[in-house]
C-alpha cells in the first residue's frame, strides 16, 4: 500500500502542482466547450487523457518508445495549440461537434505521457511492482484531473450563468488564454 500512496501523490502532483500548468491548460482547452451537465461526456475525456497518458508512461517504461525530451517539451504546448484551435472552430455545442475531443484526449495524452516518461522512468523502472506503481500514479493523475475539470466547470457556470455570458464567448477566451500560453511556451521550446 505504501508504495500505490507514493505514486498516487506523484500523479496527483503531475496535475496539481504549479509546475503542471502544461497539463492544467490541456485540460482547459478540452474541457472550454463543456456545461456542467455534460460532466459525465468530461469524466470520459479525462480518463481518455489518462489511457493515453499511462500507455506512452509504461512503453516508455521498457523503454519501448524513446523519444528525445527536446521534442516531448515542444510537442506538449503544440497539442494545447491544437486542441484549443479547435474550439474556435465550433459553431454548436452539439454532441456529435464536439465528440473529436475524446480522439485528442487519447492522442494528445499519448505526448503528454512521454514528457512525464522521463521525470519517473527511473522510480517506476527500479520498483518490484511496475503495474501496481502505474496504477498508483493513474489513480492520482486521474483524482487531480478531476478535481480540475471541477474547477474548469464550475467557472465556466459562474460565467455562463451569473456573468450572463455567451457560451461562444467563453470558449472563445478559455481557449484563447490557453493558446497564447502554450504558443509562447512552445516558443521557448523550440527543439532547434
Known amino acids: 500500500m505504501d508504495d500505490f500512496s507514493f505514486y498516487f501523490k506523484f500523479g496527483w502532483k503531475h496535475i496539481i502542482?504549479?509546475?503542471a500548468l502544461d497539463h492544467q491548460l490541456f485540460i482547459l482547452a478540452l474541457a472550454a466547450i463543456y456545461v456542467i451537465r455534460d460532466w459525465r461526456q468530461v469524466?470520459?475525456?479525462v480518463t481518455a487523457f489518462?489511457?493515453?497518458?499511462?500507455?506512452?508512461?509504461?512503453?516508455?517504461?521498457k523503454e519501448l518508445v524513446v523519444i528525445s525530451s527536446r521534442w516531448v517539451e515542444f510537442l506538449i504546448p503544440c497539442t494545447i495549440i491544437v486542441t484549443a484551435l479547435s474550439n474556435l472552430f465550433l459553431k454548436k455545442f452539439t454532441p456529435k461537434?464536439?465528440?473529436?475531443?475524446?480522439?485528442?484526449?487519447?492522442?494528445?495524452?499519448?505526448i503528454?505521457?512521454?514528457?512525464?516518461?522521463n521525470s519517473i522512468r527511473v522510480a517506476l523502472a527500479?520498483?518490484?511492482?511496475?503495474?501496481?506503481?502505474?496504477?498508483?500514479?493513474n489513480v492520482g493523475l486521474e483524482a487531480g484531473q478531476i478535481i480540475v475539470v471541477l474547477v474548469i466547470l464550475i467557472?465556466?457556470?459562474l460565467i455562463l450563468n451569473i456573468l450572463r455570458t455567451n457560451r461562444r464567448e467563453w470558449v472563445i477566451f478559455a481557449s484563447a488564454c490557453a493558446f497564447s500560453i502554450a504558443l509562447v511556451t512552445a516558443?521557448?521550446?523550440w527543439p532547434w
Open 17 to 19: 502542482s504549479a509546475g
Open 43 to 45: 469524466l470520459i475525456l
Open 50 to 61: 489518462t489511457v493515453g497518458h499511462s500507455i506512452t508512461l509504461f512503453l516508455s517504461v
Open 97 to 110: 461537434t464536439i465528440r473529436i475531443n475524446y480522439f485528442l484526449a487519447l492522442f494528445f495524452g499519448l
Open 112 to 117: 503528454h505521457g512521454l514528457g512525464f516518461a
Open 126 to 137: 527500479s520498483d518490484q511492482s511496475l503495474g501496481w506503481g502505474l496504477f498508483g500514479f
Open 155 to 157: 467557472s465556466s457556470f
Open 187 to 189: 516558443i521557448h521550446r
